[in-house]
C-alpha cells in the first residue's frame, strides 16, 4: 500500500493523481500508485490553477457590448473585456442564439467544440454543448478529428470500419513474444503515449517498448527524425524523405512481387482487387514500375536497404506500424490503404505479432490489452439540422458560405454561419494557416467561448463564460481505453466567478424557457450516478461485473480485470473470414476499392498511389526546409502552455527549433539564437536547438505554443500553424494537411519583441451589483 492512498484522486488525459489539499488550494499532485510511468505534465495545472490568465467572471468583448452583434469584428484579440454577472450574460446569449435562429436558421449557428477539455465521463464539455444546442433546435456541427480525419474516412472502404481497428491494435504483449521486426513508418514517438483520450490509469507505452527491445525485436525507425524512437530499444533509422512514406512502401511491395514473396493464398482468400492493383504496382498503367530504384529517387534512400527491408519484412513475422502523422499531409488517405496493402502482402494479419496496426504509442492506449468497458455517456440528443463540415474546414465554412465541398463521394454546401459556440479546443492550436483563419475569424456575428483561461480563443472571443477545471468539480474517469475507472474529487472551490459547463448551459437553458428539456430534472449528483448505473447495466449485459456506485466512491477506484484472450487484430477474421467478414462490400480486405474508384476524384483513385505532395523536398523553391510541426513533449496540444513544465522547455521564451548541425551552419546559427520562421503565408519566431538526430533539410517545431502575433502578423511565441498550409488531404477525406510545409529560417536581428501570449486581455471592471434587466 502507498503512504498516499488515502488521498484523493483526480484524473486527466495524461494520468491520474492522488492531490494533497491545504489552504484551499490543491498543495501537491503525486502519481497514482499503479502507474509505472507517470507523465511529469499533469501536475502542471497547479502553476496555473490560481493565476493571471484564469477567467474569473463572465467577460463580452467591449465593442460587441456596446454596438451589438457584430461589431468591430476586426478587433477581436485586440479589444478590451467588460466584465458581466452571470444574469446578464445568460440574457445575453439567450438574445443572441434567439435572433440567430429566428432570422438565419439553426444551420447558423456551429458548435465547435472539440474534445480534450477534460477527461471526466460527466464534465465532457463537447457533449455539454451538443446535447444544449440540440435542445434549442440543432446547430451545424464538424465531422472527424484533427488526428486521422484521412484515415477515418479512408480506412472504411478498405476495411469496413477504422475504429474499430484503432482500439484493438495487437497487444504489446502479443508482439513481446511473436514479432520478430516491428517496422514503424512515423515511428513510436514516446512523448505521444503519454496521453489517452477519456483518462489514463497507468502508463504502458515505454514498458511495451522495452520489453520488445529486450527480447531482440529488430525496430526499424522510418522517420526524418531519430527520436521517434527510443534509444533503448536500438535498432535501424531510416531518414527519408518526409511525406514520401507511400513511395517507399511500394518500392518494398514491387521487390516482394518479384521476388516472388507475395502470399497469393492469402490475398486470395482474405482481399479483393489485388490484381487490379498489380499493374499499377509494375508499371503496366502508367509506365512507371514502381521498382525499389524508383523509390529510393523520391525517399533519398538506397535501393539495397529497401530490397534488404522487403525480403527481411516477407522472411520474418513482421508488425507494420503506421502514425497517425502520416495521416496529416497532402494525400494523407495513402499511406495508410498502402500499408494495409504492403501487409496483405506478406500475408501476416490477424497472426500473432503480424500484420499492422494504426499508431502504437499515439496514445497511451494503443497496444494495450484491457477490457472495453461499455460506458454510457451524457445525453446529447438528436441533432436535426444536417449541414457539416469536415473537421479541418472551419475557414471554408467561414469565409465561403454557399459554397459547394466534396467530401467522401458526395456534394456538400457551406451554411451561412453567424454564430460560433467553442467548448473545449481551441482552433487557434490545431488549425492550418492561421493568418487566413484570422480573417475567417471576423466574419461571424458572435462567439462564444467556454474557457478557464484566457488562452487565444477566449482573447478572440465574443463572450467569455469562465468554466471551472477537472480540480474544481466531481466526476469519473471511465472509458474504453483504459482498465481503470476513478472516481474524481472535488478537491476545491471554482475560481471566481466560475462555473461547470452544466451549471452555465442549465442556467442559459432556464433563461430560455427549456430547462427541463435539458436538464430532465436532474442535478450534477443524479446524472453522474445515472451514467454510472447505466455503464453497470451494460457491463452485466456483457458479464462485466463491476461494483455498485456507492462502493465506487467510497473506494475510489476500481481495475477491470483483464481479458481472457490476448489482443490480436484480425485473428476472427483469419480464422474463418466467411463467418467474421469485414463490413466492406465484399466482406474482405479491399485493396481496390470499386466504391472510391466509382467516385471520380482524382487524388484519390480506387487503389492505393503515390502522389507528389503540393510541398516537399522533392521541389524546393525559395524555401528549403522541410518543417515537422508534430505534437509536443512537454503539453498536451496546447494544454497547459502557460504551466512550469512547457515554459522551462523554452528557449528564450519562444517554441524551440530543432536543426541539424549543417543546415545551423549554412545560416550561421548556434544554440539559443533567437530565430525567424517564414514562408509565403507567415512567420514565427523559434529559439535554436542545435539537434543532430535529425535528417538534414528538416527542421522540427512542435505545435502548441499559444498564438501571439503582432500587428504585422508575426508569431512571437512560436506557433507554426502560421506557416502551414490549410488545404484538406483530399476530396475523399478533407483531412488537415499540416505536415508538408517548406519554410527558411534566418537569424532575428531586430530587438526580439516581448512575447505576450500568457498575459490576459485588458478588462473593465465595472459596478454590476446593479445589472439589471434595462441595461446596456
Known sequence: MSRHDDLPLTSSHWGTYRARVGNGRVQELLAFEHDRDPSPIGPGILDVQHGPTRVDAPMVRESWLTGGPG????????????????????????????????????????????????????HHAQ??????????????????????????????????????????????DVIRDHTQLFVCFGGVPLKNGQISQGGTGCHIQRDGQLAAGKVGIDFVN??????DVLDDVGGDWLALRPNTDV?????LAHTIEIDGLTDRSFLQRYAEGFDAFLPYL?????????????????CELPADTIRALARRMAAERTMISVSWSLTRQDHGEQPFWMAITLAAMLGQIGLPGGGFGFGYSAMNFIGGNHTIIPGASFPQGQN???????????????????????????????????????????????HQDLNLLMQAWQKPDTIIVNEWCWNPLAKHA???????????????AMTPRDPYVVSMSRLTEPYGKARDDYDIF?????TMGFADAFTQGRSTADWQRWIYDQTRQNCADQDIEIPPYDQFIEQRWFKLDDPARPMIMLEDFRADPVANPLSTPSGRIEIFCQTVADFGYEDCPGHPVWREPYDWLGNVGAYPLHLISNQPRDKLHSQFDHGGVSRAKKVAGREPLHIHPDDAAMRGLKDGDIVRLFNDRGACLGGVVIDAAMRPSVVQMSTGAWYDPDDAGLCKHGNPNVLTRDKGTSKLGQGPSAHFCLIEVERYTDTPPVVTAHEPPFIIRPDISNDSEDQT
Open 247 to 251: 513511395a517507399l512502401m511500394l518500392g
Open 282 to 298: 509494375m508499371g503496366d498503367a502508367d509506365g512507371i514500375p514502381k521498382t525499389a530504384d524508383w523509390a529510393a529517387e523520391i
Open 462 to 476: 465574443d463572450i467569455v463564460l469562465p468554466c471551472t477545471t477537472p480540480l474544481e468539480r466531481d466526476d469519473m
Open 71 to 122: 461589431t468591430r469584428t476586426d478587433l477581436r484579440g485586440t479589444d478590451p473585456f467588460v466584465e458581466v454577472s452571470w444574469d446578464k450574460a445568460n440574457r445575453l446569449v439567450a438574445q443572441e442564439l434567439n435572433r440567430v435562429r429566428k432570422t438565419f436558421g439553426n444551420q447558423a449557428i456551429f458548435g465547435g467544440s472539440y474534445g480534450w477539455a477534460s477527461a471526466g465521463r460527466f
Open 384 to 430: 436535426p439540422v444536417e449541414d457539416f463540415i469536415p473537421v479541418a474546414r472551419i475557414t471554408d465554412l467561414l469565409m465561403c458560405p454557399g459554397q459547394s465541398f466534396d467530401f467522401d463521394g458526395r456534394r456538400y454546401e457551406y451554411p451561412d454561419t453567424r454564430l460560433v459556440w467553442w467548448a473545449g479546443g481551441n482552433p487557434f492550436h490545431h
Open 127 to 172: 457533449s455539454q454543448l451538443k446535447r444544449f444546442l440540440n435542445c434549442i433546435g440543432g446547430f451545424t456541427r464538424s465531422k472527424f478529428t484533427y488526428s486521422f480525419a484521412a484515415a477515418e474516412a479512408m480506412v472504411p472502404h478498405i476495411l469496413g470500419s477504422f475504429r474499430d481497428y484503432l482500439d484493438t491494435c495487437t497487444s504489446w
Open 222 to 227: 522510418i522517420s526524418p527524425l531519430k527520436s
Open 506 to 510: 442549465a442556467d442559459i437553458a432556464r
